[in-house]
């Protein structure tokens, strides 16, 4: 069964992504799809830090074109969560339909359009109005925080499907895309790259030797240029990640040394 995620909700810096209203007062239809410069995404692993998962997304859709901000939380009601703004609705439209479903950190993203602008494309777009726009977005926030009918419909229509073992299957046709390896989360085993060729066993294991926990140095026989290194635990892992990173192991060159893929 899926992980339950909290409902959406208003990022500080985001104004509230509930779906707009018609003049009537009545929700707009569901299938009305509104295209905007932010979208709102969910079911994203919640085991990885915020700092890292802002930095991967931020990585991930740069490619599109420009990303004005990237928004995610760690409360309860944020977690599985983020808003990324671009420049323009064309690069967050082409955005959505190439990355929707991509298996980021081993969970595919559901994306959708966020209902309004964020403060960052109010700010780069229609700046004169960048304080009426805040002020109406805290006092909407503060009108549905507990009683948005729409936002308990949302979260009790998400847990029936998660009941029925209904989940989001990723798109049937995606682009090859890879998360790059700076942004891989831990592990206890590192990965590394631009190694002179070289380089033996016991370089390594006298480099890594001298952080705690250091379990066993592996070469790779056939392409000597890169190597993985276990730790007995992530912790003592990023601890010499951290420290050797881009290490001059031979005076000239740099080590690249990320976390291996799981």
Same mark, same amino acid.
């Given at each position: 069964?899926?992980?339950?995620?909290?409902?959406?909700?208003?990022?500080?810096?985001?104004?509230?992504?509930?779906?707009?209203?018609?003049e009537?007062?009545?929700?707009?239809?569901?299938?009305?799809?509104?295209?905007?410069?932010?979208?709102?995404?969910?079911?994203?692993?919640?085991?990885?830090?915020?700092?890292?998962?802002?930095?991967?997304?931020?990585?991930?859709?740069?490619?599109?074109?420009?990303?004005?901000?990237?928004?995610?939380?760690?409360n309860?009601?944020?977690?599985?969560?983020a808003?990324?703004?671009?420049?323009?609705?064309?690069?967050?439209?082409?955005?959505?339909?190439?990355?929707?479903?991509?298996?980021?950190?081993?969970?595919?993203?559901?994306?959708?359009?966020?209902?309004?602008?964020?403060?960052?494309?109010? %700010?780069? #777009?229609?700046?004169? *109005?960048?304080?009426?726009?805040?002020? =109406?977005?805290a006092?909407?926030?503060?009108?549905?925080? !507990?009683?948005?009918?729409?936002?308990?419909?949302?979260?009790?229509?998400?847990?029936?499907?998660e009941?029925?073992?209904a989940?989001?299957?990723?798109?049937?046709?995606?682009?090859?895309?890879?998360?790059?390896?700076?942004?891989?989360?831990?592990? %206890?085993? #590192?990965?590394?790259? *631009?190694l002179?060729?070289?380089?033996? =066993?016991?370089?390594?294991?006298?480099?890594?030797?001298? !952080?705690?926990?250091?379990?066993?140095?592996?070469?790779?026989p056939?392409?000597?240029?890169?190597?993985?290194?276990?730790?007995?635990?992530?912790?003592?892992?990023?601890?010499?990640k951290d420290?050797l990173?881009?290490y001059?192991?031979?005076?000239?060159?740099?080590?690249?040394?990320?976390?291996?893929?799981?």
């Open positions: 069964m899926a992980t339950s995620q909290a409902a959406p909700v208003d990022p500080p810096s985001m104004q509230d992504v509930t779906p707009t209203l018609e009537n007062g009545t929700p707009q239809p569901e299938g009305d799809e509104i295209v905007s410069e932010t979208l709102y995404i969910q079911n994203l692993n919640e085991k990885v830090k915020i700092d890292v998962l802002k930095a991967s997304l931020r990585g991930l859709f740069k490619s599109y074109g420009e990303v004005l901000d990237v928004v995610a939380h760690s309860l009601r944020m977690r599985g969560q808003f990324v703004s671009f420049a323009s609705p064309e690069i967050a439209q082409k955005a959505m339909k190439e990355v929707r479903g991509f298996p980021l950190y081993s969970k595919p993203m559901q994306i959708t359009f966020a209902r309004t602008r964020s403060d960052a494309v109010v %700010k780069r #777009l229609d700046a004169a *109005n960048l304080e009426q726009h805040t002020s =109406k977005r006092e909407q926030k503060r009108r549905t925080r !507990y009683s948005n009918p729409l936002k308990q419909k949302f979260k009790a229509k998400r847990m029936a499907a009941i029925d073992g989940a989001a299957a990723p798109a049937a046709r995606r682009p090859n895309v890879q998360m790059p390896d700076e942004y891989l989360p831990p592990n %206890k085993i #590192l990965f590394l790259q *631009n002179p060729e070289s380089v033996t =066993k016991d370089q390594l294991m006298a480099l890594f030797s001298q !952080y705690p926990n250091l379990h066993e140095v592996r070469l790779i056939t392409k000597k240029d890169i190597a993985f290194v276990e730790y007995m635990d992530e912790g003592s892992a990023g601890v010499a420290a990173h881009n001059k192991l031979d005076g000239e060159n740099k080590i690249k040394i990320t976390f291996a893929r799981k």
